[in-house]
């Protein structure tokens, strides 16, 4: 099974943050999930570092791809499939970073880590 992750759930699973639900621990640490980190959480990480939002995680933002593949991560890349279907999802939630891991969660048909409850609106599937 492949897990997609939200940024904010990917940052305290790296970090070993307490906030990392222990459900979502032993649903991603099982020896047949194949962990994916999203092209969408690198640039969030980045713009929140850079406007001053994430500053603990500017090491983690700037070393992102290689600390993934480090840890065994999948990447996803985003596609025009998938920036058409976030635009075109319902509601009124406007934050493009959520609206683009829905679409990713539901075109790949991926489960998404988050503590996020706006994910409920878009439909999504969510461990946490």
Same mark, same amino acid.
């Given at each position: ?5 939200? #940024?904010?759930? %990917?940052?305290? +699973? @790296?970090? /070993? ?8 621990? $032993?649903? &991603?640490?099982? !020896? ?5 980190? #999203? ?12 406007? /001053?939002?994430? =500053? ?8 992102? &791809? ?5 840890? /065994?991560?999948? %990447? %996803?890349? @985003?596609? =025009?499939?998938? $920036?058409? &279907?976030?635009? +075109?999802? =319902? /509601? #009124?939630?406007?934050? =493009?970073?959520?609206?683009? %891991? ?7 048909? @991926? ?5 996020? !409850? ?8 969510? @461990?946490?």
């Amino acid at each position: 099974m492949r897990i997609l992750f939200d #940024s904010h759930a %990917l940052f305290w +699973f @790296i970090e /070993g943050d307490r906030r990392f639900s222990s459900r979502a621990r $032993a649903i &991603v640490e099982a !020896p047949d999930v194949i962990l994916v980190a #999203s092209a969408v959480c690198a640039c969030e990480l980045a713009n929140k570092v850079r406007i /001053g939002k994430w =500053p603990e995680a500017a090491q983690f933002a700037d070393a992102f &791809v290689d600390a993934m593949r480090a840890d /065994g991560f999948e %990447l %996803l890349s @985003i596609t =025009p499939e998938h $920036a058409r &279907v976030a635009g +075109f999802l =319902p /509601g #009124s939630q406007r934050d =493009p970073f959520d609206r683009m %891991l829905a679409a990713q969660s539901q075109l790949e048909n @991926i489960p998404l880590v988050t503590a996020d !409850p706006v994910f409920k609106i878009f439909g999504t599937r969510v @461990i946490w």
